[in-house]
């Protein structure tokens, strides 16, 4: 909830920012960014329980499916989902 709701983009450059991890480098920046409103708190609990409504049914299907590990080092992420690309995820006939 943190990471998605602090998110903020500064409309004279597109630049964006997060209140906590990277803050926008002057007052002035700060003073002219906004928020999205799919960041808005209300808006990510709607998403987060459609997606806690349909992933059983998701992890079902996809049983085989892999965990991504994304909190390391981007090139190690990258291969592993390049191998994964290669040797396609198999799923059940409908």
């Known amino acids: 909830m943190e990471r998605l709701s602090q ?5 004279v450059t597109g630049e964006r920012y997060h ?3 990277r803050p926008a480098p002057t ?6 960014l906004r928020q999205n409103p799919r960041d808005k ?9 459609a997606y806690y409504r349909n ?3 998701l992890q079902d299907f996809y049983e085989d499916a892999f ?4 909190d390391q080092d981007p090139y190690a992420v990258f291969e592993f989902i390049e191998s994964c690309i290669i040797k ?3 799923c059940k006939k409908l």
């Open 7 to 11: 998110r903020r983009t500064d409309p």
């Open 19 to 21: 209140t906590t991890f």
């Open 27 to 32: 007052p002035e920046i700060q003073a002219r």
């Open 41 to 49: 708190e209300e808006n990510i609990k709607k998403r987060m329980e």
């Open 55 to 57: 992933v059983k049914e």
């Open 67 to 70: 965990y991504v590990n994304a």
């Open 88 to 90: 396609p995820i198999p």
